[in-house]
């Protein structure tokens, strides 16, 4: 079994991701290939490093996470792969793993500069195809990872938006919005507990209170909105069979606080 | 081969189906798994079951049908494993089975209730990962029905909306619309012919009169709506080239009537 | 192995496509499918064509490209199976196939005719489930393709917009506007390199002008229209980090001239 996983911001719109799929299976017409998601917002590197975090675990060992949001495709930003304990990873050098490989460490990081691996003619817009698609296959092959280039010692990191604790609030903020409207705030559970620690507390977002955790979007009402820790181990704000984003109009980037009382 | 169909009102915006799918082929490397559809409106019990009613027969003996539309998860609403003589349907226990169960008899009703068999931790929010990929993925690797719950003897019916029939009309509804505009009306083929027996006939929708049925949509004109047995095998109005969705400023629930002459 | 690829205009919104492979599955459970794009817009068989074109070659050898574009299903247009040196096309004969075979010639037409191969009962409005998905499911086994039908020799050609060059200037037009807004032009690499013969050049684009070709979309500004040869080989207006159409409000069929000077 060889698996890899694609997470571009390519959408389903062109032939760019069915391209790539070619290009795979003609390499290794065993691989099994994965869609996490293409619908990353046009150099949404932010979003990608987000889902391809809170996804790359749930794949089998051994699985290739390729991942293409690439806005400085053809310049001279790097192109890497990483090897961890249980995957692999490939992408432009741009911080979009490294939220994932802050919790599934790096073992080895190459350089990919191996042109035998590439494409020809290799085309300066569309790497996708011409490298991390051959890339991926060969490596789902099992090629030896330092076979692609040279080992490097570092790459870019992304900084995702940090929560501020005060002794009296926790100040996060809505990071991501998912397609029925819920707001992920980046509060994990794990900070959160250990702020509110079983006390009374509040949640305010927008002109919102919210006093209490739900345990499902089915406990709340379709009127008021409500916060559980949510399947991926964030604070999530909801609203029972609804968008609460449409509801409170709210973005990505809104304040969420929580105060002790 | 183990097939696994998914449908779910999850959209591709996110990343639930990849994760869905890993867990699966983390369980069953050896399982297909195909796309029924993800785009039904969030929360779309009605439109999630007809798309399952008139989809599940064309897949291979033995496929698993999951299907994940729960507004209701992490609520006390079951969850089942339903045995039929050529398939398996996995979902929640909210009647989103009931339509293709009339086609396709229950011959085992099981409330999945073994948690041997869930992701671990176990989330409120995300039933389809914890619970139900993995459910279908051991179902697809030939685990008996029996070792994922006890027996139950029934499940959530969902109805359908009805047909009205008096001696001179046959008053149906739109039930569903599909990508081109066309409207699917709850009319099915059988019901029309024994209602109408080859006589004369017209049928009214919105300020519209068509008095013939088409045999496909060349037939038409660009500019008047026609009426023909779609393939799935209900009386539905559509129109050459366009979109009658959009042509007549019709939703979902608009009245299809049928009068003998 | 065999591998199925998919162009469709259904779009992901009902279960067409999933219906279509569960078809596919059940004649041929060890086929590969691929999507190469459902998102064609209706009827759009320049687009589908397009896509083809510049798709195809990067399929393994053997691969069958399966294409319903069809809005003359039901009527009398021919259904097609052609063979080629590399792979299988099978479509309606609407033209959709020729760009790709003037690239990758028929070496075999056959008029799919043989109804041993459909669905039972044969729908008129589906035939992407009831004759193109069981007939490719078929070819995929190894199936030869005069069982299919008769030969006949020749198919529908769709003529793609032609360049105008005099001796000053080259006369394209937008052809596709992929997911990031990018305009690609039907002016190809080779003639653009023979017109301008690495001279001074200025390209025309509604009130712009942009006077040399960037190499990648780094390369250019945000507010500054660029000019590239783009990975499949076309003369391509772009923006950096943004969407060109959006930015100049240009649709397809917008000219782009190039003069020499």
Do not use: W
């Amino acid at each position: 079994m060889s698996i890899i996983s694609l997470l571009t911001d390519f959408s389903l719109k062109d032939n760019f991701v069915g391209v790539m799929k070619g290009v795979i299976l003609k390499i290794n017409p065993e691989a099994k290939i994965v869609d996490i998601c293409h619908q990353v917002k046009p150099q949404g590197l932010l979003e990608a490093a987000l889902l391809l975090k809170s996804s790359f675990r749930y794949f089998p060992s051994g699985t290739a996470h390729l991942v293409v949001v690439d806005p400085q495709v053809g310049s001279k930003r790097k192109k890497i792969l990483v090897k961890t304990k249980n995957y692999f990873f490939i992408a432009p050098d741009n911080g979009v793993l490294s939220p994932a490989l802050k919790e599934e460490p790096a073992i080895e990081i190459i350089e990919i500069t191996n042109e035998k691996y590439f494409l020809k003619p290799l085309s300066n817009t569309f790497h996708g195809r011409d490298i991390f698609a051959p890339v991926a296959a060969h490596v789902s092959k099992g090629e030896h990872v330092e076979e692609f280039g040279r080992r490097i010692e570092s790459f870019q990191v992304l900084e995702l938006p940090k929560v501020k604790i005060t002794s009296q609030s926790l100040v996060g903020e809505v990071i991501y919005i998912d397609h029925f409207g819920n707001l992920v705030s980046n509060i994990d559970a794990k900070t959160f507990k250990n702020f509110t620690k079983n006390k009374i507390f509040k949640v305010f977002i927008k002109d919102k209170i919210i006093n209490h955790l739900s345990h499902s979007y089915a406990e709340g009402l379709t009127s008021k909105p409500l916060a559980l820790i949510d399947s991926f181990n964030y604070l999530e704000i909801a609203l029972r069979d609804g968008s609460v984003s449409d509801y409170l109009a709210v973005d990505k980037g809104e304040k969420v606080v929580i105060n002790r009382i």
